[in-house]
């Protein structure tokens, strides 16, 4: 199985430790959703620590899917990651990593290591497309992390 990577990094105006902890809220995962993607929550069971669990339904009926990942690896502060049990890809991973700059700034990294089905056939057909669609969602996310962040913290002031 042929994987790829897919890496965003972001500076976030904010410690690591805070910015991990925004993204343990309940509804973080909904708040970071582009709008218009027909994403829902089915089920939840616990946080961002090893062995929750997120079920998802999207796209729209005829071709609405679930999606079920589970989360992973996690060092309270500086990183988490969940995996794909159930889904669209033939595998996917995806790491959210928290590394400090400084003690009010911190650079926010989603790497994400997935394969689509099919093989090359997978690739080839849908490829570009699922690459496109990555880079928008986490182009969004991490746009939508620093605004959700810096709107916690109220006006700025010199």
């Known amino acids: 199985m042929k994987t790829e990577l897919f890496i965003r990094r972001s500076r976030i105006a904010a410690?690591?430790?805070e910015v991990y902890a925004w993204h343990a809220f309940?509804?973080?995962l909904e708040q970071?959703?582009?709008p218009g993607e027909h994403v829902e929550v089915l089920e939840k069971t616990g946080g961002i620590?090893?062995?929750a669990r997120v079920m998802l339904r999207f796209g729209?009926?005829?071709f609405r899917r679930r999606w079920v990942a589970e989360h992973q690896d996690f060092e309270v502060g500086s990183y988490f990651s969940d995996l794909?049990?159930?889904g669209p890809f033939a595998y996917w991973k995806h790491t959210h990593s928290f590394e400090p700059e400084g003690p009010s700034a911190c650079i926010l990294e989603d790497r994400v290591e997935y394969a689509l089905p099919f093989g090359f056939l997978g690739r080839f057909l849908a490829g570009r497309f699922v690459r496109r669609k990555i880079?928008?969602?986490f182009e969004y996310r991490h746009a939508a992390t620093a605004r959700l962040i810096?709107?916690?913290h109220g006006p700025q002031r010199d």
Do not use: Y
């Open 15 to 17: 410690s690591a430790a």
């Open 135 to 137: 880079e928008e969602m």
């Open 84 to 86: 794909q049990v159930s």
């Open 60 to 62: 729209r009926w005829p």
């Open 150 to 152: 810096a709107a916690r």
């Open 26 to 28: 309940p509804d973080a």
């Open 49 to 51: 620590e090893r062995g």
């Open 32 to 34: 970071l959703t582009p």
